[in-house]
């Protein structure tokens, strides 16, 4: 069970955009940075965003991260039919002593 | 290049012992800082361990359990010795590189290898 929440689906039409919320609590998000992971079907997770907004080199910057209390988001501009997956957010949670994940957010490109 | 290559995975009965190796390649292993997170099939991830640079270990609710994560430096190489296996620890188990620089708690895996699956069943 996992203590992030994340809506199970989301889409949009090619070149529209998308947004993932992932809600938490001040034992993780709300004192501890977010990351953002993309896993594309059969492949291992892939880093998107790391401290709530960063993006590492090579993500373009139609991917981006923002956090506010204990909730983050990710968006997605201008979609594209590469970017159907699954999307993970993650961070630390304190009382836990433990790396915790979001459940989930899959990506459907209409 | 960067590379994660993870291997132990396999069929085990419940109560059995498995040990998973992740070895390391085109990186200073012994810099970073290193993970094993899983996923049961069609399921979302979920954090195991951590051990960082310096060997300091960490594990959920801080406690070890059943499974024991080490490294070998000289080797270039992570483990994960589980024990007591149960079937819900049935998944694919991999091994990220936490970004340099960064805290345990910071959760920024800019490397993953590729998993190795693990099944405990009868």
């Known amino acids: 069970q996992s203590v992030l929440t994340q809506p199970p689906s989301a889409s949009a039409a090619p070149g529209q955009k998308v947004t993932i919320s992932c809600s938490g609590s001040?034992?993780?998000?709300?004192?501890?940075?977010v990351s953002w992971y993309q896993q594309l079907p059969g492949t291992a997770p892939k880093l998107l965003i790391f401290?709530?907004?960063e993006r590492p080199s090579g993500i373009p910057d139609r991917f981006s991260g923002s956090k506010s209390g204990t909730s983050a988001t990710l968006g997605i501009t201008g979609l594209q039919t590469g970017d159907e997956a699954d999307y993970y957010c993650g961070t630390w949670d304190s009382s836990l002593s433990a790396g915790v994940f979001g459940t989930g957010t899959k990506v459907t490109v209409l | 290049e960067v590379q994660l290559v993870e291997s132990g995975g396999g069929l085990v009965q419940p109560g059995g012992s498995l040990r998973l190796s992740c070895a390391a390649s085109g990186f200073t292993f012994s810099s970073y800082d290193m993970h094993w997170v899983r996923q049961v099939t069609g399921k979302g991830l979920e954090w195991v361990s951590a051990?960082?640079?310096?060997?300091?270990?960490y594990y959920p609710g801080a406690e070890p359990g059943r499974f024991t994560i080490s490294r070998e430096d000289a080797r270039n190489s992570l483990y994960l010795q589980m024990n007591r296996l149960r079937t819900e620890d049935t998944a694919v188990y991999y091994c990220?590189?936490?970004?340099?620089?960064?805290?345990?708690?910071?959760?920024?895996?800019?490397?993953w290898g590729q998993g190795t699956l693990v099944t405990v069943s009868s």
């Open positions: 001040s034992s993780n998000i709300g004192n501890n940075y």
């Open positions: 990220a590189r936490a970004s340099l620089d960064t805290a345990i708690a910071d959760v920024n895996f800019d490397c």
């Open positions: 051990i960082g640079a310096t060997g300091n270990t």
């Open positions: 401290d709530n907004n």
